[in-house]
T-cell receptor
Framework: DTAVSQTPKYLVTQMGNDKSIKCEQN?????MYWYKQDSKKFLKIMFS???????INETVPNRFSPKSPDKAHLNLHINSLELGDSAVYFC?????????FGPGTRLTVT | KQEVTQIPAALSVPEGENLVLNCSFT??????LQWFRQDPGKGLTSLLL?????REQTSGRLNASLDKSSGRSTLYIAASQPGDSATYLC???????????FGKGTRLHILP
């Protein structure tokens, strides 16, 4: 009965590769998000998305793109991975103000 | 089990006033504490991050303090503006399992 799930939990890949992280929520929420937690464990929003609007943080490189096949899923695609992309990526969903976070995906780019 | 509490749940103040939002946590074994704001229908905007070894952080009109031993943090907003109206959340990152625990937030309304 996991509320927000992410796969994979760990992802190790080489520079230049393209990878995806999947996120699913079973809470029936309309809005989903992707966050990046950097090496200092500072959490920053990357995208927020519902069926009407995609809001992109202007600092996010266009190599990152969210894809939502349906309301319960918001996947994160990353093209041409760079060393600086190494971080923990969190998916979240919300209804009104309360956000529910997934367990995170630790991405390591070598 | 870590519990994060934010008081008050809602606050309305006239424009121009200084104000303090409170956050308390029961388990002091935290790596850091972060303050966010959330606007309706949007994700969280990071405001300030305080590492467990730090006492305070400042950014513009915002000042956040941390007293880890007593399990308290405050967010001070100087010279409030209508644009400060939002929900403010604090969150702690736990040492032992890297889990992020959020408070339920304080809904702030600045009256023009």
């Amino acid at each position: 009965d996991t509320a927000v799930s992410q796969t994979p939990k760990y992802l190790v890949t080489q520079m230049g590769n393209d990878k995806s992280i999947k996120c699913e929520q079973n809470l029936g929420h309309d809005t989903m998000y992707w966050y990046k937690q950097d090496s200092k464990k500072f959490l920053k929003i990357m995208f927020s998305y519902n069926n009407k609007e995609l809001i992109i943080n202007e600092t996010v490189p266009n190599r990152f793109s969210p894809k939502s096949p349906d309301k319960a899923h918001l996947n994160l695609h990353i093209n041409s991975l760079e060393l600086g992309d190494s971080a923990v990526y969190f998916c979240a969903s919300s209804h009104q103000y309360e956000q529910y976070f997934g367990p995170g995906t630790r991405l390591t780019v070598t | 089990k870590q519990e994060v509490t934010q008081i008050p749940a809602a606050l309305s103040v006239p424009e121009g006033e200084n104000l303090v939002l409170n956050c308390s946590f029961t388990d002091s074994a935290i790596y850091n504490l972060q303050w966010f704001r959330q606007d309706p229908g949007k994700g969280l905007t990071s405001l300030l991050l305080i590492q467990s070894s730090q006492r305070e952080q400042t950014s513009g009109r915002l000042n956040a303090s941390l007293d880890k031993s007593s399990g308290r943090s405050t967010l001070y907003i100087a010279a409030s503006q209508p644009g400060d109206s939002a929900t403010y959340l604090c969150a702690v990152l736990m040492n032992r399992d890297d889990k992020i625990i959020f408070g339920k937030g304080t809904r702030l309304h600045i009256l023009p």
